[in-house]
Each structure stands twice: as C-alpha cells, then as structure tokens.
C-alpha cells in the first residue's frame, strides 16, 4: 500500500483518488498508470483536484474494508481533514463482486463520503441513496457505528468509575473535589502541608522524610501500606489544590 500527494490542474473542489490492482505483478504494470490517468483526465475536465491518491497494491478484489490499508488510510484522512469525495476509474477497482461492492459502497455512504466513478461520471453515492432500500442499509450502517461508539464510551466510562473506587484516583484527572476529598485523605495532605513547610533556620524536609515522619505517626497509605517518598510526592502534587 502507497500513498502519494497528487494534484490536478486548477484548484477546485478537493478529492480522493483510490486505486487498486489484485496482482503483485501488476504492480509494476500499466494498471496504476492507466487508473490514474483516467481520474485525473475526469478531475481536469470537472474542475476536481486530486490531492492525494491511495493505491491498494496487490489486494484482492472480494477483500473487505479491513482488509485494505490503504482504503482504511483514506478513510481516516477522509474523516480527519474535510474531504468528502473519492474518485475511482471504475466500480470493479473497488471490487469485483457486487457483495463485496455493496458492503463497500455502504459503508462509505454511511461516513457521507461521495464516490464517483470516472469512466462513467456517475457518483454511485447518490444513485445508492436514491434507492429506498439500500438508504436504509446506510442508515442502519450508521445507526451500528454510532451504538458501537457509545457502548465502547460507556465501558471506558465503567472501567474508569472502577479504576476510581480502587485507587481513590482516574488517570488523567483529579477523583475527588474540595467537598468529596475523604477525610483520611484531608488529615494525610494536611500533615504533608505541616512537614513540608519550611521554618526559618530550617532546610525543608524531602518527601522521603515526610513519609517516614508519618509512617512515625501511624498514617498508612490508602492500600494500608507504610508511605514511601515516591508515595508522599504523587499524593502532595496531585491533590494539593484541595486543601
């Protein structure tokens, strides 16, 4: 799979191109170049430019969306910057079989992403939505996609509420308020407060020393455990804005 920066003549609207051969050996061959003249002779003449053009290099054409990395590629780009259209030189460069077409073309639509075919000029995404049947495909499509996102939010968001109850912390944000800092908490971060402040004449003590002044007072850490200078430094920087 490549990937090159292209463009046409003229700065019109942007787009994709997607090409593809099935054979090693064709890869070196005149199919690339033949694909790729043909979209951008199509592009020239309706005022398209090509910015990028993603070539499937000896992919089979019954292989599915996963299977490609360079339509996977382009369909992030595409989700990613703002283009919207992608040009093919004909259907059977996005797959031979209607099945594997179907399931493509399906899915491109249900991303509101054009695709349009330059031998004919036909933009098969609007052909395919004009079909009662196949639109409801495509809105099924999306519907699955979006359910997929919010189940997979809503796990994150389980495993997070439990990371939470086990450490008393979430990576990458504070668990507790002012209002719900629990009281053991409170008294250990107010005595790190009083160790660590420095007296006049006096050098402040390291963390290691705060912690073995409270193991000395009988505070443990949140696991019962006796504090250690590493322990003492992440309580103190996470959770001293609290106090």
Same mark, same amino acid.
Request: charged share 30%; glycine share 8%; with cysteine.
């Given at each position: ?5 292209t463009s ?16 090693k050996?064709?890869v070196?061959?005149d199919g690339f170049?033949?694909?790729e ?20 290099e000896?992919?089979?054409?019954t292989?599915?969306e996963a299977? *490609?990395? %360079? =339509? ?7 989700l990613?910057n703002? &283009?919207?259209?992608v +040009?093919v030189?004909g259907?059977d460069r996005v797959?031979r ?20 075919v330059?031998?004919?000029g036909?933009n098969?995404t609007e ?13 099924m499509?999306?519907?699955?996609s979006?359910?997929?996102?919010n189940?997979?939010?809503k796990k ?7 990371k939470r109850?086990e450490q008393?912390?979430?990576e990458g *944000?504070? %668990? =507790? ?6 009281d053991?908490?409170?008294s &250990?971060?107010?005595a +790190? ?7 006049p004449?006096q ?8 912690a ?6 009988g ?5 019962g455990?006796?504090?250690?200078g ?8 996470r959770?001293?804005r609290?106090?």
């Amino acid at each position: 799979m490549t990937t090159s920066t292209t463009s046409s003549q003229g700065t019109g609207t942007k787009v994709f191109a997607y090409v593809r051969v099935s054979g090693k050996a064709q890869v070196e061959g005149d199919g690339f170049r033949r694909q790729e003249a043909e979209i951008q002779a199509y592009a020239k003449a309706n005022g398209l430019e090509v910015v990028e053009m993603y070539r499937e290099e000896g992919i089979s054409g019954t292989a599915s969306e996963a299977d *490609r990395p %360079a =339509f996977q590629d382009m369909v992030t780009a595409i989700l990613r910057n703002g &283009v919207r259209t992608v +040009i093919v030189e004909g259907l059977d460069r996005v797959a031979r079989e209607y099945r594997v077409q179907e399931l493509l073309l399906t899915y491109l639509a249900s991303k509101g992403i054009a695709l349009i075919v330059a031998r004919t000029g036909e933009n098969v995404t609007e052909a395919l939505m004009a079909d009662p049947m196949r639109r409801a495909l495509v809105q099924m499509q999306g519907v699955l996609s979006e359910l997929e996102k919010n189940m997979l939010v809503k796990k994150l968001r389980q495993a997070r509420d439990r990371k939470r109850e086990e450490q008393g912390r979430c990576e990458g *944000r504070h %668990a =507790f308020t002012k209002e719900t800092l629990p009281d053991a908490l409170r008294s &250990v971060l107010e005595a +790190i407060r009083r160790l660590r402040r420095r007296k006049p004449g006096q050098v402040q003590r390291t963390y290691a020393q705060v912690a073995e002044e409270l193991n000395r007072q009988g505070h443990t850490s949140s696991k019962g455990l006796p504090f250690t200078g590493a322990n003492v430094q992440n309580l103190w920087q996470r959770y001293r804005r609290l106090i």
